[in-house]
């Protein structure tokens, strides 16, 4: 299944840590402003959720996202 039909990802940043990313159909897959950092930080996503490697992503997008999970990091 997943979250929202799509919307919604676990982007895996090390072993045991995901953070929740909205992700936008419009934009284009190397566009950094299609993933937006929304949610909370967790140790193991739902089961149904998609789960996507940081690695995996273009260096721009992985770079956005580390920068917004340290700002959500306490």
């Known amino acids: 299944m997943g ?14 840590t995901y953070v929740k990313v909205r992700v936008l159909k419009s934009k284009s897959e190397e566009n950094p ?16 959720a998609r789960v996507i490697d940081l690695e995996t992503l273009p260096d721009e997008v992985a770079s956005k996202i580390r920068e917004e999970y340290y700002a959500l990091k306490p």
């Open 33 to 48: 402003e299609r993933y937006i950092v929304v949610g909370p930080i967790v140790k193991e996503p739902p089961w149904t």
């Open 3 to 16: 979250l929202k039909k799509g919307k919604y990802v676990y982007v895996r940043i090390n072993d045991k």
